[in-house]
């Protein structure tokens, strides 16, 4: 965890998503090596892409078989939302 706080815990989570996608790896190949992403409208447009990306998956995966979605949350001290979402599915 330490290294989460030394370079921020988007950069930790873009670095380990980049060790278990090869689409994500070619792609970080053709960016500039000065690109640091730490401007919160880049990471912002990145975080929606990756949601967009696993949605997608998600949904495919699936498809038409039957499943359901449980959500929950809790409020931490600061009095932030935080949900979890969980989807279960059949597979044939």
């Given at each position: 965890?330490?290294?989460?706080?030394?370079?921020?815990l988007?950069?930790?989570?873009?670095?380990?998503?980049?060790?278990?996608?090869?689409?994500?790896?070619?792609?970080?190949?053709?960016?500039?090596?000065?690109?640091?992403?730490?401007?919160?409208?880049?990471?912002?447009?990145?975080?929606?892409?990756?949601?967009?990306?696993?949605?997608?998956?998600?949904?495919?995966?699936?498809?038409?078989?039957?499943?359901?979605?449980?959500?929950?949350?809790?409020?931490?001290?600061?009095?932030?939302?935080?949900?979890s979402?969980?989807?279960?599915?059949?597979?044939?």
């Amino acid at each position: 965890m330490d290294d989460a706080k030394s370079s921020g815990l988007f950069i930790t989570l873009f670095q380990y998503t980049l060790q278990k996608d090869k689409t994500l790896i070619e792609a970080f190949k053709t960016i500039p090596r000065n690109a640091t992403y730490t401007c919160h409208d880049i990471q912002n447009d990145i975080i929606k892409l990756m949601a967009t990306a696993v949605t997608q998956d998600v949904v495919q995966e699936i498809g038409s078989t039957v499943y359901t979605i449980k959500v929950d949350g809790t409020r931490d001290p600061t009095g932030r939302e935080n949900i979890s979402i969980v989807v279960r599915y059949l597979t044939a």
